[in-house]
């Protein structure tokens, strides 16, 4: 730890401050490194199983769409929700690990929407959409990278590496603008292409107000852990305040 000695108003005065150690802010970037290697590794893992396995169509889905193994499965692996969230988490981990003390309003809003889309991949997709599908082993591995090993570590680096006093509300109505713009661009994509990726968002079968409800839940929730975030966020400076 590097202590600094400062003067002060009277004769002989000394005051010592004590600044964060080195080896935790090396540390620090080390593991927003390895974050970024594991999102990226079930992205990359993503891209491998869609080249030689088709799109999943659920049971009693109310679309016939879909993508065969190869090129045109890779191609859309990024029109998952379980991908963006990775891939906002990989960009800013990777951006956090080059240079930790960033302050742009556009960098921490892709950082809070990638901590709360995270989040959103994991409990979503283990409450609603996981099934009893047999996997091989790489689809287990890069299953239990993107729906459980990098949903709860995301959140507890922002809590305990992140640079804090970063989440205002503006902040967060900027990132509910990614969700959302996926959001638009899947139930306008899905007519067109006979297809939705996820059971959820099925509109032949469940109607536009059917699957809205899943939709407002989803985003309530979005906002209820950026709101924690929030909270979080402002403890842990008046924390450090004090």
Not at 55 to 81: C, I, K, R
Request: hydrophobic fraction near 50%; proline fraction near 5%; aromatic fraction near 12%.
């Amino acid at each position: 730890m590097t202590v600094a000695s400062v003067s002060g108003s009277g004769i002989g005065s000394e005051r010592t401050v004590r600044r964060a150690p080195g080896w935790w802010a090396d540390a620090g970037r080390v593991v927003f490194l390895l974050a970024a290697l594991l999102s990226f590794t079930g992205n990359g893992l993503s891209f491998y199983i869609g080249s030689w396995k088709d799109s999943d169509l659920p049971v009693d889905t109310g679309f016939a769409g879909g993508f065969a193994g190869g090129w045109e499965h890779m191609v859309n692996q990024p029109t998952y929700f379980t991908f963006l969230s990775n891939f906002l988490v990989g960009l800013t981990s990777l951006l956090l690990a080059i240079r930790p003390h960033r302050t742009s309003s556009l960098f921490h809003a892709a950082r809070i929407a990638g901590v709360v889309c995270i989040v959103i991949t994991g409990v979503v997709f283990n409450v609603l959409l996981r099934d009893a599908d047999p996997m091989t082993r790489v689809e287990q591995v890069n299953d239990t990278i993107q729906h459980v090993i990098t949903p709860v570590l995301t959140p507890l680096v922002w809590l305990l590496l992140d640079r804090k006093g970063q989440v205002t509300w503006r902040r967060i109505g900027l990132a509910s603008v990614i969700p959302l713009a996926w959001l638009a661009f899947t139930l306008l994509r899905g007519p067109w292409l006979d297809w939705y990726p996820y059971s959820i968002m099925d509109v032949p079968r469940m109607g536009y107000s059917g699957v809205s409800a899943y939709v407002a839940a989803i985003l309530a929730f979005f906002f209820a852990v950026a709101a924690l975030m929030w909270v979080l966020d402002r403890l842990l400076v008046t924390g450090k305040r004090r």
